[in-house]
């Protein structure tokens, strides 16, 4: 006969079964993470790496740890499997997540999309800066008809800037046959305000296009998930028209 330590081993398994059970088929109906807290959706994730362990104790100790959920994801797996004592394989599948998002976004683009507006622009930017902890600088090349040719990684900087290559955003003007540049850069303090060197450094590459013939169209700064607009701010003298 099995012991009383056997017993509770035994029950404890069909509990944890359970329970992941219905958290799964809860999603599953549902359709939806909206009515999840973060805890649990952390939790879900962590079933498929964590066969035994309470799963629900340690999701809520990761986000302890790291003191918000985006923080978490947006950590490198060594760090995650130093500060929460977690396998490689788990401090992986979590880091992935903003990876995969961003990868999903990029690919529901339509490359001939016209892209007419600050809002379908921050949907292009949005996808480029997802996840990013310092600030990065694209430019988007458009045709004619404003319609998207290719997007260029300009530079990567710091937390507080990045750096601003006139030359190579002329470069690559004139590389794709670009008619239209939207530049765009993000904020990963989260405020929206640009700033005088975001000023400064806009009037330069506008005047430096019109010099080649083509037409900067809006500077769209990425913040939390808002956008500025030099554009609807008529800021730099920017226009989609």
């Known amino acids: 006969m099995p ?3 056997e017993k509770v081993k035994k029950n404890d398994k069909n509990v944890h079964s359970g329970h992941r059970e219905r958290v799964r088929k809860r999603f599953i109906n549902d ?18 790496t ?6 629900n104790k340690l999701a809520h100790k990761m ?3 790291y003191g918000s959920f985006h923080t978490l994801l947006d950590a490198r797996p060594e760090d995650i ?13 979590i880091s992935m997540i903003p990876h995969i998002l961003k990868k999903y976004l990029r690919s529901k683009w339509n490359r001939r999309e016209i892209i007419s507006s600050p809002k379908i622009a921050y949907k292009y ?7 990013r902890g310092t600030e990065s600088f694209y430019m988007l090349c458009l045709d004619i008809n404003k319609r998207l040719i290719r997007e260029v990684n300009v530079s990567d900087g710091n937390v ?7 030359d190579r955003i002329l470069e690559q003007a004139i590389l794709y046959q670009a008619s239209f540049i939207i530049i ?3 904020h990963p303090a989260g405020t929206g305000k640009p700033s005088s060197p975001d000023v400064e450094s806009t009037n330069r590459i506008r005047s430096a296009l019109d010099h080649i013939g083509v037409t900067l169209i809006d500077h769209i700064i990425i913040f939390d998930d808002r956008y500025f607009s030099f554009a609807e701010k008529e800021l730099c003298n920017l226009r989609y028209c």
């Open 81 to 93: 499997m130093k500060r929460c004592k977690v396998s490689e394989v788990t401090a992986v599948l």
């Open 3 to 5: 012991n009383n330590n």
């Open 125 to 131: 930017f949005q996808a480029l800066l997802l996840g």
């Open 184 to 186: 765009g850069h993000n």
């Open 160 to 166: 507080r800037q990045s750096y601003v290559y006139i």
């Open 31 to 48: 359709n939806s993470l909206d009515n999840f807290e973060y805890h649990q959706i952390l939790e879900m994730l962590l079933f498929y």
């Open 63 to 65: 986000l302890e740890e």
């Open 50 to 55: 964590n066969q035994q362990r309470d799963t």
